[in-house]
Antibody, heavy 119, light 108 residues
Framework: QVQLQESGPGLVKPSETLSLTCTVS?????????WGWIRQPPGKGLEWIGS???????YYNPSLKSRVTISVDTSKNQFSLKLSSVTAADTAVYYC????????????WGQGTLVTVSS | EIVLTQSPGTLSLSPGERATLSCRAS???????LAWYQQKPGQAPRLLIY???SRATGIPDRFSGSGSGTDFTLTISRLEPEDFAVYYC?????????FGQGTKLEIK
């Protein structure tokens, strides 16, 4: 069973870079899923941020593409998110997830981590 | 970008009743790439249905999905107390994922 756990600062200042890491357990990150980030502002719906394959191929939400970088570290079985130039609108619960490549289905989710953008 | 519109926004029903949730796409969606998720307060979403009609592992058979093209439906045949939650549809196309805005299923 794939398990995912987000980690990173819960508070980021405006204009700075949000950085989160997702540690995968119970499954090798090189074995075939895509890996993704999804966020949810407080009281609102879900927004896909981007996805990465273990080869390094990335796919980003066009609305965030200029500010997002997703990378993978197969040696640590982790993947990471960087979101630059954050504003209060980036305050959200950030989820990491596994995505079944053949079905484009988000099969497993981390518990989520709240990141607040505030000075 | 394909926009998914869910209706109703809120559905008030009693345990034992049948729930029908709608997801309408702004353009045709491959059935292979249409999924439904359940989210309870303070929890991550949970996959219910993938490929428009296939139940995920461990999902009770009172949950069913149907539809094609631009119109998809999630049906809960007999509501249990634990089914009251927010439900999202999601599609994949043109290398991007989009979600509906959600339907809140509340106890009447």
């Amino acid at each position: 069973q794939v398990q995912l756990q987000e980690s990173g600062p819960g508070l980021v200042k405006p204009s700075e870079t949000l950085s989160l890491t997702c540690t995968v357990s119970g499954y090798s990150i090189s074995s075939g899923y895509y890996w993704g980030w999804i966020r949810q502002p407080p009281g609102k719906g879900l927004e896909w941020i981007g996805s990465i394959y273990h080869s390094g191929s990335t796919y980003y939400n066009p609305s965030l593409k200029s500010r997002v970088t997703i990378s993978v570290d197969t040696s640590k079985n982790q993947f990471s998110l960087k979101l630059s130039s954050v504003t209060a609108a980036d305050t959200a619960v950030y989820y990491c997830a596994s995505i079944v490549s053949g079905a484009a289905t988000i099969s497993n989710w981390g518990q989520g981590t709240l990141v607040t953008v505030s000075s | 970008e394909i926009v998914l519109t869910q209706s109703p926004g809120t559905l008030s029903l009693s345990p034992g009743e049948r729930a029908t949730l709608s997801c309408r796409a702004s353009q045709s969606v491959s059935s292979s790439y249409l999924a439904w998720y359940q989210q309870k307060p303070g929890q991550a979403p949970r996959l219910l249905i993938y490929g428009a009609s296939s139940r995920a592992t461990g999902i009770p058979d009172r949950f069913s999905g149907s539809g094609s093209g631009t119109d998809f439906t999630l049906t809960i045949s007999r509501l249990e107390p634990e089914d009251f939650a927010v439900y999202y549809c999601q599609q994949y196309g043109s290398s991007r994922y989009t979600f509906g805005q959600g339907t809140k299923l509340e106890i009447k």
